[in-house]
C-alpha cells in the first residue's frame, strides 16, 4: 500500500517571499504520479502542479515547482512570490501509473500568507 | 460550465435518515470517484467506477451504496445516518485517455453533510 506524509501540519509566510511544502512518500510501484491539491476555504479542491515519476525533470506551473527526488521519495513545493490567494490547505497526492487508479492524500499542509 | 457537479452543496439532516448526493461530470470522462473528508481534512477514496463498473471499494459500511446510472453520473446514497458520517463528500472524475488531462482527477465542489 502506498502512504503519502506531509510533516508540516502548519506553515505561514509573507506576502511575496518563498515558502516550501515538505511531501514524503512510499511505494514499490515503479510508474506513478503525484500531485499537489489546493483546497482555499471555499473547499473546492484545485489541481497545483503534477510530476510523471518517469521524468526527471521537475515540473512547474507558473510560481509553483516542485523538487523531486524520487530515489528520496521526496516531493516537495515551492511557492515563489507568495500571494495571499496562496492561502490554503495544499494536499500532496500520489497515484499509481494506468488509467482509474485512486488518489492517496496527505494530511494536508495549512498555508497562511500574511500581508 | 461547471465540469463536475454535485448536489446538494450542504445537506443537514436527523440520525436515521437516507440520504442521497447526487454527482454529473460534462468532460466526457469515463471513470468517476467518491471521497471523503473528515474533520480533520483527511481525503480518503471510497469508491470508484469505470463506465458504470465498480472498480473500486474501500472498507465503507455497507450503508453507503453508490450508483452509476450512465457513466456521466455517480450518485451516493446512505441509509440510517450516523453522526460519524458528517464529513465533506467529493465526487471527481478522470479520463484514461492519453491527453493534457490524462491521469488527473477533476473534483467537485464537495457536499457538506452534517447528521444530527
Known amino acids: 500500500a502506498q502512504t503519502v506524509t506531509q510533516s508540516q501540519p502548519e506553515m505561514s509566510v509573507q506576502e511575496a517571499e518563498t515558502v516550501t511544502l515538505s511531501c514524503t512518500y512510499d511505494t514499490s510501484e515503479s510508474n506513478y504520479y503525484l500531485f499537489w491539491y489546493k483546497q482555499p476555504p471555499s473547499r473546492q479542491m484545485i489541481l497545483v502542479i503534477r510530476q510523471e515519476a518517469y521524468k526527471q525533470q521537475n515540473a512547474t506551473e507558473n510560481r509553483f515547482s516542485v523538487n523531486f527526488q524520487k530515489a528520496a521519495k521526496s516531493f516537495s513545493l515551492k511557492i515563489s512570490d507568495s500571494q495571499l490567494g496562496d492561502t490554503a490547505m495544499y494536499f500532496c497526492?500520489?497515484?499509481?501509473?494506468?488509467?482509474?487508479?485512486?488518489?492517496?492524500f496527505g494530511k494536508g499542509t495549512l498555508l497562511t500568507v500574511n500581508p | 460550465d461547471t465540469a463536475v457537479s454535485q448536489t446538494p452543496k450542504y445537506l443537514v439532516t436527523q440520525m436515521g435518515n437516507d440520504k442521497s448526493i447526487k454527482c454529473e461530470q460534462n468532460l466526457g470522462h469515463d471513470t468517476m470517484y467518491w471521497y471523503k473528508q473528515d474533520s480533520k481534512k483527511f481525503l480518503k477514496i471510497m469508491f470508484s467506477?469505470?463506465?458504470?463498473?465498480?472498480?473500486i471499494n474501500e472498507t465503507v459500511p455497507n450503508r453507503f451504496s453508490p450508483k452509476s446510472p450512465d457513466k456521466a453520473h455517480l450518485n451516493l446514497h446512505i441509509n440510517s445516518l450516523e453522526l460519524g458520517d458528517s464529513a465533506v463528500y467529493f465526487c471527481a472524475s478522470s479520463s484514461a485517455l492519453p491527453g493534457r488531462s490524462y491521469n488527473e482527477q477533476f473534483f467537485g465542489p464537495g457536499t457538506r453533510l452534517t447528521v444530527l
Open positions: 497526492a500520489f497515484r499509481r501509473g494506468g488509467s482509474n487508479y485512486k488518489l492517496t
Open positions: 467506477y469505470n463506465n458504470k463498473e465498480l472498480i
